[in-house]
């Protein structure tokens, strides 16, 4: 299992680079630039270094990302401390319009996730927002 979310992280965290897709010399018509959105922390809350991947620990669907394994272990003592220390300074997404209803949103049914302030539009996309956090945070990032 352990290995899975690996994986998982390393594809998240290889996706947040910029990839140019191009398509083949024959139909050289143009380059698509496509980029995916990592929404974890890229700078160790431990040591200040760079994050990497494999290096994290989850608490309620939330991870926070380290720079080695010795961080990790550490970190692995208090999880909820961990997140707390890694997300400390929550960034409004800014969104204008609901990523679950595509209302116009209410500031007072606003949600956290990963360091990420996510503006709803009621109560009930306040429950619906955790069967996804990360796609409507992504869908609110790129809605805005």
Not at 52 to 68: D, I, L, S, T
Not at 110 to 124: E, I, K, P, Y
């Amino acid at each position: 299992m352990r290995n899975l979310l690996i994986i998982a992280a390393l594809c998240s965290f290889a996706a947040c680079v910029n990839n140019k897709v191009s398509e083949s010399p024959d139909n050289a018509s143009s380059a698509a630039e496509t980029t995916t959105l990592f929404l974890g922390n890229t700078t160790c809350a431990t040591s200040g270094h760079p994050t990497k991947p494999e290096n994290f620990v989850e608490h309620e669907g939330q991870r926070a990302y380290f720079c080695c394994s010795k961080c990790v272990a550490a970190a692995e003592a208090d999880p909820a401390a961990a997140v707390a220390k890694a997300y400390a300074k929550p960034t409004a997404v800014g969104n204008t319009v609901c990523p679950i209803s595509g209302k116009a949103v209410n500031t007072d049914d606003s949600v956290t996730w990963q360091g990420h302030g996510v503006a709803l539009c009621c109560g009930r996309c306040k429950k619906t927002f955790s069967s996804d956090r990360a796609g409507y945070t992504k869908t609110a990032i790129e809605g805005k």
